[in-house]
């Protein structure tokens, strides 16, 4: 735009705008000067009074004192600052949350974690030789104890973990028997059938979706063949006309025409779950006494630690997986190693793991326990507000990251609405505010399930609700 065609009102409004040393000379943006450097301070002063500019030229009313465009740079250096990972309160209800990181870490594993990242380690030294050691020694005995494996491998995930064992186990090129049934997509469109490709094999599927037979495996074997796998359909279950081979017959006909059996299990469950109301799930160690020669699991899932592909199995395969190159690119650091030591011990009894898991301590609560939680944070919504309308009411919890698809808990939820504003509206507040508080919509009411809140978060809740409510009152 031209300055004959600009307005004398406009011209008057852009020779009033503060110049860029007005606004850099004021203290609250001085005071910046000890963690931003000076050029990248003075940069986001120029973009505020660029951005403002282009509000004044389009003929839009805006704030041009100094003040407003100090607070304004200093909104755009809080975020420059600050951390995009951000601590959430997750109020869904779902227990492992995939996009709100899975499974909490034991008070314990956090407090490893922070010993081995604020000390020198012997991550990778022998104390008792006193010279350089193996990271994978550190996992392996108690992973053995507690499965029954010969050895024990640990890489990032368990993608990584069958990637790693189709490359390492098999000549590139062969064929992998697998059910239609079983050709999951694992999250984020990562699909079995990818991940067997880019490992060099050949994908070959056998029987049917909804019904495999062991004479399907049979005919498919050929001198192509490389391995038999099974992968636990953790994301999904086929209910109705259908029929799997049971592993036993699997791993039979796999070791009678020497090929390996591989099973990729997804969650890892360690613990048999039933006397929670849980279907039955097989867990690591009766895969083991299935005979599989390698079984791969993830640790941040049912496992309840942190982010991990566990692989164990006979000792002759993870020998080799150990050698391979590609192991290199898929080892876990020290934090990994450090939290999931810490949480695997707490299996040595089981009765002990569900205690001090957070994930099997979630899952294990019962709805009294629910019910009584529901109806304190019901409460405290109502001594400190007023605007809300609020009840406690059923309904149900997933388990979530893949793991028993179908399955639903009984909870206990804080249903609201609001006089203020929309439940559109609250939600995007209590998502967008300080705490990241993640609820759920349902039939027009925002809902709180317990099941997933903290103790603290309670208290933050209420609090926050609060905060909404007097924000509202002073804008209206």
């Given at each position: 735009m031209s300055k004959k065609n600009i307005s004398p009102e406009i011209q008057n409004k852009l020779r009033q705008l503060p110049s860029v040393d007005e606004i850099l000379s004021r203290p609250?943006?001085?005071?910046?000067?000890?963690?931003i450097n000076h050029e990248r301070i003075k940069q986001q002063v120029q973009q505020v009074l660029n951005e403002t500019r282009q509000l004044i030229l389009r003929g839009e009313t805006v704030l041009i004192d100094p003040d407003t465009l100090a607070e304004k740079t200093t909104n755009?250096?809080?975020?420059?600052g600050s951390m995009t990972l951000k601590e959430c309160i997750n109020a869904t209800g779902t227990v492992l949350h995939t996009n709100l990181g899975?499974?909490?870490?034991a008070d314990e594993a956090v407090d490893a974690m922070l010993k081995v990242a604020k000390h020198y380690n012997n991550l990778e030294y022998d104390l008792d030789k006193g010279e350089r050691g193996s990271r994978y020694t550190h996992l392996t005995e108690i992973i053995k104890e507690l499965t029954g494996a010969e050895d024990v491998l640990v890489v990032n995930n368990n993608a990584a973990a069958v990637m790693l064992y189709l490359t390492a186990l098999i000549p590139a090129g062969s064929e992998i028997l697998i059910s239609r049934g079983e050709l999951v997509e694992i999250g984020d469109s990562f699909r079995i059938p990818d991940v067997i490709q880019s490992a060099g094999a050949v994908l070959r599927e056998v029987g049917a979706t909804n019904k495999t037979h062991l004479k399907d495996f049979e005919r498919a074997i050929t001198p192509e063949t490389g391995a038999l796998l099974r992968v636990h359909t953790s994301n999904y279950r086929?209910?109705?006309?259908?029929?799997?081979?049971?592993d036993s017959e699997v791993v039979s006909l796999a070791h009678a025409n020497d090929l390996p059996a591989f099973k990729d299990l997804g969650s890892g469950l360690l613990i048999n779950l039933e006397h929670l109301g849980?279907?039955?799930?097989?867990t690591v160690s009766e895969s083991l006494v299935a005979?599989?020669?390698?079984v791969s699991f993830s640790g941040d899932k049912l496992l309840g630690g942190p982010q991990a592909g566990i692989i164990v199995g006979k000792k002759a395969y993870i020998q080799k997986l150990k050698k391979h190159p590609l192991l290199r690119a898929l080892r876990v650091d020290k934090f990994t190693i450090a939290a999931l030591e810490k949480t695997l011990t707490f299996y040595l009894n089981p009765d002990y793991a569900m205690q001090k898991i957070p994930t099997l301590r979630m899952l294990s609560q019962e709805i009294d326990t629910l019910q009584k939680q529901a109806e304190m944070l019901q409460g405290m919504i109502e001594r400190e507000t007023t605007s809300y309308h609020v009840a406690v009411i059923g309904g149900r919890s997933q388990i979530g990251g893949g793991s028993y698809p179908g399955t639903y808990l009984p909870t206990a939820l804080v249903s609201l609405t609001s006089d203020q504003c929309s439940t559109s509206e609250l939600e995007q507040a209590?998502?967008?505010?300080?705490?990241?508080?993640?609820?759920?919509?349902?039939?027009?009411?925002?809902?709180f399930d317990v099941r997933t809140l903290l103790s603290e978060d309670m208290r933050v809740i209420a609090q926050y609700l609060k905060a909404i409510e007097q924000k509202n009152?002073?804008?209206h």
């Amino acid at each position: 735009m031209s300055k004959k065609n600009i307005s004398p009102e406009i011209q008057n409004k852009l020779r009033q705008l503060p110049s860029v040393d007005e606004i850099l000379s004021r203290p609250e943006i001085q005071a910046w000067s000890q963690t931003i450097n000076h050029e990248r301070i003075k940069q986001q002063v120029q973009q505020v009074l660029n951005e403002t500019r282009q509000l004044i030229l389009r003929g839009e009313t805006v704030l041009i004192d100094p003040d407003t465009l100090a607070e304004k740079t200093t909104n755009k250096l809080q975020a420059l600052g600050s951390m995009t990972l951000k601590e959430c309160i997750n109020a869904t209800g779902t227990v492992l949350h995939t996009n709100l990181g899975r499974a909490l870490l034991a008070d314990e594993a956090v407090d490893a974690m922070l010993k081995v990242a604020k000390h020198y380690n012997n991550l990778e030294y022998d104390l008792d030789k006193g010279e350089r050691g193996s990271r994978y020694t550190h996992l392996t005995e108690i992973i053995k104890e507690l499965t029954g494996a010969e050895d024990v491998l640990v890489v990032n995930n368990n993608a990584a973990a069958v990637m790693l064992y189709l490359t390492a186990l098999i000549p590139a090129g062969s064929e992998i028997l697998i059910s239609r049934g079983e050709l999951v997509e694992i999250g984020d469109s990562f699909r079995i059938p990818d991940v067997i490709q880019s490992a060099g094999a050949v994908l070959r599927e056998v029987g049917a979706t909804n019904k495999t037979h062991l004479k399907d495996f049979e005919r498919a074997i050929t001198p192509e063949t490389g391995a038999l796998l099974r992968v636990h359909t953790s994301n999904y279950r086929i209910v109705g006309f259908h029929k799997m081979v049971p592993d036993s017959e699997v791993v039979s006909l796999a070791h009678a025409n020497d090929l390996p059996a591989f099973k990729d299990l997804g969650s890892g469950l360690l613990i048999n779950l039933e006397h929670l109301g849980l279907p039955a799930e097989p867990t690591v160690s009766e895969s083991l006494v299935a005979g599989y020669d390698v079984v791969s699991f993830s640790g941040d899932k049912l496992l309840g630690g942190p982010q991990a592909g566990i692989i164990v199995g006979k000792k002759a395969y993870i020998q080799k997986l150990k050698k391979h190159p590609l192991l290199r690119a898929l080892r876990v650091d020290k934090f990994t190693i450090a939290a999931l030591e810490k949480t695997l011990t707490f299996y040595l009894n089981p009765d002990y793991a569900m205690q001090k898991i957070p994930t099997l301590r979630m899952l294990s609560q019962e709805i009294d326990t629910l019910q009584k939680q529901a109806e304190m944070l019901q409460g405290m919504i109502e001594r400190e507000t007023t605007s809300y309308h609020v009840a406690v009411i059923g309904g149900r919890s997933q388990i979530g990251g893949g793991s028993y698809p179908g399955t639903y808990l009984p909870t206990a939820l804080v249903s609201l609405t609001s006089d203020q504003c929309s439940t559109s509206e609250l939600e995007q507040a209590l998502r967008l505010g300080p705490h990241h508080i993640i609820a759920r919509i349902n039939e027009d009411h925002v809902q709180f399930d317990v099941r997933t809140l903290l103790s603290e978060d309670m208290r933050v809740i209420a609090q926050y609700l609060k905060a909404i409510e007097q924000k509202n009152q002073y804008s209206h």
